[in-house]
């Protein structure tokens, strides 16, 4: 789903986000969402597989990730020298201080690349290479106020 719905960075958004990106694995086997900045104001995604939260990230808030790191977040880890996961790390030490200098350079789109479709290398009128669904969320706002209706 595209949209500025899903925009996890915002913590008031954060929890129904990740419900609806379940629910929806849940139903339709995956469910991801990435949010990159191109002003480096942070990156973020969720990988969620058969209404399970594989890995929810947001470099904003590490302490609301869910999950363990895998694939490129994991080697880009290794890397350099974090064998646990960045949220665990003390967050006045040096190695996490290198860290989220970059965020280790990983960012949604490297992630997004390897676990589904390369946003930055696909031409728009290029075809899915799997099934895809792709709807277009609502705006937040209107999502809130259909919420508070019901």
């Known amino acids: 789903m595209t949209g500025q719905y899903f925009a996890l960075p915002y913590p008031e ?7 609806l990106c379940r629910d929806l694995s849940a139903r339709f086997g995956k469910a991801q969402l990435f949010f990159h900045s191109e002003q480096n104001t942070g990156e973020s995604w969720l990988i969620a597989e058969r209404g399970r939260v594989l890995r929810r990230w947001i470099t904003e808030y590490p302490e609301l990730a869910l999950g363990e790191p895998f694939g490129v977040e994991r080697r880009l880890l290794d890397a350099y ?5 960045p949220e665990d790390l ?3 030490s040096d190695l996490a201080r290198d860290w989220s200098a970059t965020w280790g350079d990983c960012w949604a789109t490297t992630v997004a690349a390897e676990s589904s479709i390369d946003p930055t290398a696909t031409a728009p009128d290029t075809g899915a290479p799997l099934s895809m669904l792709v ?3 609502p705006a937040w706002a209107a999502h809130v106020e259909a919420a508070k209706i019901n």
Do not use: L
């Open 135 to 137: 709807a277009r969320a």
């Open 13 to 19: 958004q954060m929890s129904q986000v990740t419900e």
């Open 90 to 92: 003390d967050p006045d």
């Open 81 to 85: 020298g974090i064998t646990g996961r």
